[in-house]
């Protein structure tokens, strides 16, 4: 009986090595950073990292939008109510003096005497002459 048992021992211990160097060979394979799932786990890897930083910057951008937006409607907020102010002024001043609608004649219009023909109708004409502004000394309007 005891020999039998024996037996069965190295039968299971065989087994359980077999089975063990299969499991070894396996996961080698599985963690393989070029062909395996280690690799795709690994890319996967740095694209999360990536993505935080992109989701961090855009944060950032939408935090700062936000914040100039609000600068600028403070701003449009207090433009608005100085229109206001000065529209009511408006409504306090004194109606204006009424003044004469009757229009005033028009002088006739003048026909310009026709040219007279000449010798100097042939002559060639000369030329046009256009002066421009300096323009440097203009300040641009804002």
């Known amino acids: 009986?005891?020999?039998i048992s024996n037996i069965l021992l190295i039968a299971g211990a065989l087994g359980a090595a077999v089975y063990c160097i299969v499991l070894s060979?396996?996961?080698k394979k599985f963690n393989q950073l070029e062909s395996g799932m280690g690799g795709a786990i690994a890319?996967?890897?740095a694209q999360v990292d990536e993505l935080t930083k992109a989701l961090e910057k855009a944060q950032s951008t939408a935090n700062t939008?936000?914040?100039?937006?609000r600068t600028l409607t403070k701003r449009a907020e207090?433009?608005?109510?100085?229109?206001e102010i000065m529209l009511a002024s408006l409504h306090d001043l004194p109606e204006p003096a009424p003044q004469d609608t009757t229009p005033e004649p028009r002088?006739?219009?003048t026909v310009p005497p026709e040219p007279v023909?000449?010798?100097?109708?042939?002559?060639?004409?000369?030329p046009r002459v256009v002066r421009r502004r300096n323009r440097d000394n203009m300040e641009a309007a804002e």
């Open 1 to 3: 009986m005891e020999l």
């Open 78 to 83: 207090i433009g608005a109510e100085k229109l």
């Open 117 to 126: 023909m000449t010798e100097a109708a042939d002559a060639p004409k000369r």
């Open 65 to 69: 939008s936000a914040e100039q937006l």
């Open 25 to 27: 060979r396996r996961l």
């Open 107 to 109: 002088p006739a219009p």
């Open 43 to 45: 890319v996967l890897s």
